[in-house]
């Protein structure tokens, strides 16, 4: 009884390992041998995790470069948003918000995407919001209209952030993250 169980047992797994087999040479194109003899020919799969130590480019997370657009400035401390065909420019309404020029760029006389802007595209900083009052302590959403008029009214205008803070009236501190206004106007 004992053999027979063994058998068994032993019959089944072979069976499993040539589907394995089969799974992977269909998947990797008659690699299957090869990929049993050096398991890095082995399909990478989700759930795999690291054996050994993996370098990675990282990012800084609150800074990124955009291309502007021909003929045009962005001003230090403007909004910069994303004009439909990929470059940025000052932000004007409707516009994806990609954060605030961290410094001026001139390309008045370059053609689009000669000149990079770098923004922030996440923090908290003090705007001048109209209609903004001590009542707005409840994080209400900040819009922009363009590169420097900031309003509490959503209308047409592009979603930038949130109250973070009121300090004085017309005067609060805004918590924005481009990436999250942008899946925002997606959702």
């Known amino acids: 009884m004992k053999k027979t169980l063994l058998l068994a047992v032993g019959a089944a797994t072979t069976v499993a390992l040539a589907l394995v087999a089969i799974a992977i040479g269909l998947h990797a194109e008659g ?8 398991p890095h020919l082995l399909p990478t799969m989700a759930m795999t995790t690291l054996a050994v130590a993996k370098t990675r480019d990282y990012q800084l997370g609150d800074k990124e470069e955009y291309p ?20 940025s420019r000052p932000l004007v309404a409707g516009d994806p918000f990609q954060g605030f020029a961290i410094e001026t760029v ?16 996440r923090g908290r900083i003090v705007l001048p919001i109209s ?15 363009d590169d420097d008029t900031f309003t ?22 805004v ?8 899946a925002a106007l997606q959702a």
């Not at 690699?31 to 050096?38: L, M, R, V, Y």
């Not at 009542?135 to 922009?144: C, H, I, K, L, Q």
């Open 152 to 173: 509490l009214t959503a209308s047409s205008n592009s979603l930038i952030g949130y109250v973070s803070r009121w300090v004085s009236t017309g005067i609060g501190v």
């Open 31 to 38: 690699t299957a041998i090869a990929a049993f003899a050096d």
């Open 68 to 87: 502007v657009i021909a003929s045009d400035i962005i001003y230090q401390g403007a909004a910069v948003g994303e004009n439909g065909s990929g470059y």
């Open 106 to 121: 001139d390309n008045s006389a370059g053609a689009a995407g000669a000149k990079g802007v770098n923004v922030r595209a």
């Open 175 to 182: 918590e924005f993250d481009a990436a999250l206004a942008k």
């Open 131 to 145: 209609g903004l009052a001590i009542t707005a302590n409840d994080r209400p959403a900040v819009y922009a209209s």
